[in-house]
Nanobody, 121 residues
Framework: QLVESGGGLVQPGGSLRLSCAAS????????IGWFRQAPGKEREFVAG??????HYRTSVKGRFTIDRDSGKNTVDLQMNSLKPEDTAVYYCAAIPDEMGLPLSERFYDYWGQGTQVTVSS
């Protein structure tokens, strides 16, 4: 089971840190993707991390950072310089590390329930 936390309301230019926590399995053995879905839009890949690779969506490069905390069994997404277009429900998802780091949601085995991020003044 995956559980996201850290969402909320923030002004443009602000920061949030999302956390994806796992229960029942160790995230170190999985590639983790962060996805988001805005109202009326399809869910899209934001950032992902696996044992030998990190990948970001072009629109978040330089603003978002994904990292693991093995001690806490979490994968976090630090989001800086937030923009209104970052507003969405953010989800984390897991796939065994040997399966790669797919950009498509359909390949992921485990999903969290999502956390709302709203960027507005």
């Amino acid at each position: 089971q995956l559980v996201e936390s850290g969402g909320g309301l923030v002004q443009p230019g602000g920061s949030l840190r999302l956390s994806c926590a796992a229960s029942g399995f160790t995230l170190d053995y999985f590639a983790i993707g962060w996805f988001r879905q805005a109202p009326g839009k399809e869910r899209e890949f934001v950032a992902g991390i696996k044992s030998d690779n990190i990948h970001y969506r072009t629109s978040v490069k330089g603003r978002f950072t994904i990292d693991r905390d093995s001690g806490k069994n979490t994968v976090d997404l630090q989001m800086n310089s937030l923009k209104p277009e970052d507003t969405a429900v953010y989800y984390c998802a897991a796939i065994p590390d040997e399966m790669g780091l797919p950009l498509s949601e359909r390949f992921y085995d485990y999903w969290g329930q999502g956390t709302q991020v709203t960027v507005s003044s």
